[in-house]
């Protein structure tokens, strides 16, 4: 039992003699991070409602064959101009070339038939005329003889044959004006003619106009629809123009700007000088100016928010890029003006699960954390709401190793 005991004790002053003798190791010192920090510049800015939009062509339309044929060669390029004068497809007419000549055909035939008819109703009303002259001197001879036969002055088959005379006169007339209104039938039935080819031939003609597909409104071509070659009806949609110049941008506004604007008796679109400043993805700031010119006058129940549109120009030359039907950009309205405000570079904002923070550094060079509340940018600055004051030192570069408390180095 004495042994092992012995050789424990033994065993651990060995490590403790062992332990005593290695060396000490280095005392690490850590050199304070070395940062940069900027003064908050203070000075007026403008406070913007800034909301997102989606753009929208003012004039976009379908263009679709209106008849039946072989399309040719498309006549202007993609993405070129037009306008209601421009001519876009030549469907072949060779068929509603040959309808139009019949059609005048038919037309020719009704007004030689309409003539005739004239002619004939000419001859009937002379004939009127001279079988009722004739029934005059038939009557005239008839109530002679009757008086005359009263008197036995002549014998009874003279007075009948005045008679006979008379009604023979009067069946003429009646068979001269049935003449006459037969041949004003036959006017009627041709001027009826006459009008059904006029409009036969307008209608020919018609078609054979749309065989000359034109373009329904001014903007550019986007998209074509159809081939050389292809056999097009009525109804085949061949290309889409788009009017994007000026575009619209849609988009809805929050209940507070509502509520602004109402109180400046500016809800109901009489703002017309209202700027609006738009902004693509990548822009730096918002280099797009435009104008509101439409606003709703109903409220969205299900959001609370109001629907606006704003127009822009946007010429294809335009230095400052093209806005696309489609796109999904950012919008301001200015509304308001904020005195003295506090403005620190963007760069100096962190963000962790609490929210928004900057760093200051104090008298003692030490870091402070302060948490912030911040609205709009301008030119790289960002206006800070709450947190910070215009004499705080604000960490503007070096955050990766700043903590709070930290000691930091400033090198600025």
């Not at 009757?146 to 023979?168: G, M, P, R, V, W």
């Not at 597909?213 to 097009?232: D, F, H, S």
């Not at 209940?255 to 822009?283: A, H, P």
Request: some cysteine; glycine content about 6%; charged content about 25%.
């Amino acid at each position: 039992m004495l042994r092992p005991v012995l050789y424990s004790i033994a065993l651990v002053l060995s490590l403790t003699f062992i332990s005593g003798c290695q060396p000490k190791p280095p005392e690490i010192k850590t050199t304070p991070p070395k940062v940069a920090i900027a003064t908050p510049t203070v000075k007026d800015v403008a406070i913007y409602l800034t909301e997102n939009a989606s753009l929208e062509a003012v004039g976009q339309a379908t263009v679709t064959s209106r008849v039946n044929g072989i399309i040719g060669e498309m006549l202007v390029g993609l993405d070129k101009p037009v306008d209601t004068t421009t001519q876009l497809f030549q469907i072949a007419d060779e068929e509603y070339v040959a309808k139009v000549n019949a059609a005048q055909a038919n037309v020719l035939a009704a007004k030689a038939a309409e003539t005739q008819a004239n002619a004939a109703l000419t001859k009937a009303d002379s004939e009127v005329k001279s079988e009722k002259a004739l029934q005059v001197a038939a009557d005239a001879e008839f109530m002679r003889m009757e008086k005359l036969h009263i008197s036995k002055a002549i014998s009874q088959s003279e007075f009948d044959s005045a008679k006979a005379a008379s009604l023979t006169a009067a069946a003429a007339v009646d068979v001269a004006s049935a003449k006459r209104v037969e041949a004003n039938a036959q006017i009627e039935q041709a001027r009826a003619q006459v009008s059904k080819s006029n409009a036969d031939l307008e209608d020919a003609k018609l078609k054979l106009s749309w065989t000359k597909v034109m373009a329904p409104i001014e903007g550019r071509v986007a998209k074509p629809l159809a081939k050389a070659g292809n056999l097009v009806q009525n109804g085949t949609e061949l290309v889409e123009i788009i009017k994007s110049n000026p575009i619209w941008a849609n988009f809805n506004v929050r209940e507070s700007f509502i509520i602004k604007r109402d109180r400046e008796g500016k809800l109901r679109g009489e703002d017309d000088d209202t700027e609006v400043e738009l902004q693509r993805s990548g822009d730096d700031g918002f280099p797009f100016k435009g104008k509101i010119d439409f606003i709703n006058t109903k409220i969205n129940e299900s959001t609370g928010t109001l629907a606006v549109r704003a127009v822009f120009p946007n010429p294809k030359e335009n230095p400052l890029g093209i806005l696309v039907p489609g796109f999904f950009v950012r919008v301001r309205i200015k509304i308001d003006d904020l005195k003295d405000a506090v403005l620190v570079p963007e760069k100096a904002i962190n963000r962790d699960q609490t929210g928004k923070f900057v760093y200051t550094v104090d008298s003692e060079n030490k870091a402070v954390r302060k948490n912030v509340e911040v609205g709009t940018t301008e030119d790289g600055l960002i206006v800070v709401l709450s947190g910070v004051s215009p004499t705080d030192k604000v960490i503007t570069d070096g955050l990766q190793r700043v903590r709070p408390g930290v000691i930091v180095n400033i090198e600025n």
